[in-house]
């Protein structure tokens, strides 16, 4: 089974601040990594699939980039609304997801 | 506007049943995958169950196999999991997801929670 080790667990940042989140893979997963964002009592939503493809509808201050086991989120610019926790997926075989980033602001 | 809302959850006792459903609409929903994604209290999120589009195949992880058992309703735009054999660490929100043709969950829905407790 495909293993994903997610960090930090947890984030502070301030309003205009450049964050990452890291998703590190057990084998090599080429670009099958989607990030997701989730609010507190709604569905998640997807923010980028195949590692660095931007979902429609999605700002483009999310972006996404790796392969292989390595792979990050950043946002460029945190917004207020960017308050939530992050996770990603790993779709290469079956399915397994990150632990989650929980992201406070500051 | 995709829209998935899971009804059914509740509090079962160890040992008995409870089956969910998924009202799906906004899109056709007999052209998708669709699939079950579980988390339990205070951890990650766990795939559960996918179905293909018309039904005939179906796909779990261990954890679940033998238990629980996916299905569909094209002509109600409804999924389902019935559960069966329930064990404490079932207990977790259970999520509906859409399967992109790529293979990975586009939609979810807002989930439902389910809790095994004597």
């Known amino acids: 089974d495909i293993q994903m080790t997610q960090s930090p667990s947890f984030l502070s940042a301030s309003v205009g601040d450049r964050v990452t989140i890291n998703c590190k893979a057990s084998q090599n997963i080429n670009r099958y990594l989607n990030w997701y964002q989730q609010k507190l009592g709604e569905a998640p939503k997807l923010l980028i699939y195949n590692a660095n493809s931007l979902q429609t509808g999605i700002p483009s201050r999310f972006s996404g980039s790796g392969s292989g086991t390595d792979f990050t989120l950043t946002i460029s610019s945190l917004q207020p609304e960017d308050v939530a926790t992050y996770f990603c997926?790993?779709?290469?075989?079956?399915?397994?997801f990150g632990a989650g980033t929980k992201l406070e602001l500051k | 506007e995709v829209q998935l809302v899971e009804s059914g959850g509740g509090l079962v006792q160890p040992g008995r049943s409870l089956k969910l459903s998924c009202a799906a609409s906004?899109?056709?929903?007999?052209?998708?995958?669709m699939a079950w994604v579980r988390q339990a209290p205070k951890k990650g999120l766990e795939w559960v169950a996918t179905?293909?589009?018309?039904?005939?195949?179906?796909y779990y992880p261990d954890s679940v196999k033998g238990r629980f058992t996916i299905s569909r309703d094209n002509a109600k735009s409804s999924l389902y999991l019935q559960m069966n054999s329930l064990k404490s660490e079932d207990t977790a929100t259970y999520y509906c997801?859409?399967?992109?043709?790529?293979?990975?969950?586009?939609?979810w829905g807002q989930g439902v929670m389910v809790t095994v407790s004597s």
């Open positions: 997926l790993q779709h290469n075989s079956w399915y397994t």
């Open positions: 179905i293909s589009t018309s039904g005939s195949r179906t």
């Open positions: 906004g899109f056709t929903f007999s052209n998708y995958y």
């Open positions: 997801a859409r399967r992109a043709n790529s293979g990975y969950f586009d939609y």
